[in-house]
């Protein structure tokens, strides 16, 4: 059974960075989009951004636009989320996910209707960020 486990998650103070992976196993993510999700408490997930087979990078949420950069090595069959200058209101569960398909989702579409594009989900790593 295929498998997705993210890491990195942590407390960290407003304006400092984290660097989330995700992790997988028994497939090769590189022939595949991936994204990374989110879900804050008593809110729905929404999707932050995507990655192509192509490695085209695509953003869905304005509100980490500049600040958060995807990225996959697949030698280490890895994906990544570079998060900088973080807010409180980052404060939220981190998911990654891979879609059956070498596409993203179009770069118009909807943060919270990007979630239901995306088929096999890791569980999550926490981010919280507090001064």
């Known amino acids: 059974q295929v498998e997705l486990v993210e890491s990195g998650g942590g407390l960290v103070q407003p304006g400092e960075s984290l660097r989330l992976s995700c992790v997988a196993s028994?497939?090769?993510?590189?022939?595949?989009?991936l994204g990374w999700f989110r879900q804050a408490p008593g809110k729905e997930r929404e999707g932050l951004s995507c990655?192509?087979?192509?490695?085209?990078?695509?953003n869905y949420a304005e509100s980490v636009k500049g600040r958060f950069t995807i990225a996959r090595d697949n030698a280490k069959n890895t994906l990544y989320l570079q998060m900088n200058n973080l807010k409180p209101e980052d404060t939220a569960v981190y998911y990654c996910?891979?879609?059956?398909?070498?596409?993203?989702?179009?770069?118009?579409?909807?943060?919270?209707?990007?979630?239901?594009?995306?088929?096999?989900w890791g569980q999550g790593t926490q981010v919280a960020v507090s001064s």
């Open positions: 028994r497939f090769e993510l590189e022939h595949y989009a």
């Open positions: 990655i192509s087979k192509t490695d085209e990078a695509i």
């Open positions: 996910a891979v879609r059956w398909t070498p596409h993203c989702p179009a770069s118009n579409s909807r943060p919270h209707a990007v979630v239901r594009l995306f088929e096999t």
